[in-house]
């Protein structure tokens, strides 16, 4: 059953679906100050008071459920440390407005999947009005693209990060979709050649662009 985190990554990745922004980095603050503030979203979020909400924040930028990741790492462990503290400070994370936050690429399509699954059918074709196309034009889309089934693994035509179907007429060295390196394996810095995480903006060991957000 949902809780009031779950409710709360859910609002967070439709607010950022509306924007075409779902695999973009973007600063911390913008889910508790622009995309899922506290006054227009209690009631769904389904939260008492205001600490309430600050401490789902809280528990979401930690890292918990693995629904989003957070950058730099200390920023990340000191969100973590707080939330396992005995008396956990809901605000603490107001302290780093400027942070990255990153979106689980696969927790958002299925949300985006499942409001698909339940939007109203198509009208019909004699009807005057077209269906409304979603319109993804941001950087970096996340495709509707179906999810491989459990224990499946994408095929050799897929994105194995997003689920996106890779032209076969050529080579491919990134997705066409979601802009990561295909075939998996360890990211390098095309810098300094440090490891990276697949979604990082920048390296962690000599802070230039990755190109692969």
């Not at 697949?198 to 190109?211: E, I, K, L, N, P």
């Amino acid at each position: 059953m949902a809780d009031e985190l779950d409710r709360l990554f859910e609002r967070l990745v439709q607010a950022l679906a509306q924007e075409a922004r779902v695999a973009v980095p973007f600063p911390a603050a913008d889910v508790y100050e622009r995309l899922v503030p506290y006054r227009s979203n209690r009631s769904r979020l389904n939260v008492a008071t205001h600490q309430d909400y600050e401490m789902t924040v809280l528990r979401l930028f930690s890292g918990e459920r693995g629904y989003l990741r957070l950058e730099p790492g200390d920023v990340r462990d000191a969100m973590q440390r707080e939330v396992a503290a005995a008396n956990p400070d809901p605000a603490f994370f107001r302290s780093f407005p400027d942070a990255r936050v990153m979106v689980n690429g696969r927790a958002a399509e299925r949300i985006l999947l499942a409001d698909r699954a339940y939007a109203p059918p198509p009208a019909a074709s004699g009807d005057r009005e077209e269906e409304e196309t979603p319109s993804w034009t941001g950087e970096n889309p996340i495709p509707l693209h179906p999810l491989p089934a459990k224990g499946d693994s994408p095929s050799g035509n897929q994105c194995e990060y997003c689920g996106g179907v890779l032209p076969g007429s050529r080579k491919v060295t990134f997705c066409p979709h979601c802009g990561q390196p295909a075939g998996g394996g360890a990211l390098k810095c095309p810098a300094c050649g440090g490891e990276v995480d697949v979604g990082w903006a920048y390296c962690v060991s000599c802070g230039r662009a990755t190109g692969f957000e």
